[in-house]
């Protein structure tokens, strides 16, 4: 049984495509979603994408992933700069967790420079748009066949 990839993403990201293309650009959710199966299913991963407005089901889906030996790719969105909840979260995972943005949050507003889950990720992967989930699969498919 393979072990399952959880794709996660937070708050606002449910509008992509419309919500401040100049800085998130035009691909929208679906499309988001569309170019991870797709990826996904290229790279022989079980991918599952998720998307929730709220910090507790986020927490809740870290604790499911914990449960199914899931690797875990995360936009956190505005949860990055603050959730210490979601951090203890992540900081429970055995496997590998990938740290993904759209936007280069380094390249933007000071309150964006943090990010309180960098430190409990494997890695980082931000302002490549959309591309950003592909480059994080990828990511996980290399470490798993390095194993
Ligand atoms: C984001 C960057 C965050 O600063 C912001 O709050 C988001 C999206 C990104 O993907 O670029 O909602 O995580």
Known sequence: MTR???VVNGPNLGRLG?????????????DLVALTEAEGAALGLSVDVRQT?????????????IDTAADIVINPAAFTHYSYALRDALAQCP?????VHVSNPAARESF??????????TGTIAGFGIESYRLALRAIAAIR???
Not at 53 to 65: G, T
Not at 112 to 121: G, I, N, T, Y
């Open 145 to 147: 066949s390095s194993h």
């Open 112 to 121: 964006r420079h943090e990010s309180v889950v960098s430190a409990v990720s």
């Open 53 to 65: 407005e709220d910090e507790a089901q986020m927490i809740r889906w870290i604790h499911e992933a």
């Open 4 to 6: 399952p990839v959880f």
């Open 18 to 30: 419309t919500r401040e293309p100049e800085v998130y650009g035009q691909a929208s959710y679906a």
């Open 95 to 99: 496997n590998t967790v990938i740290e």
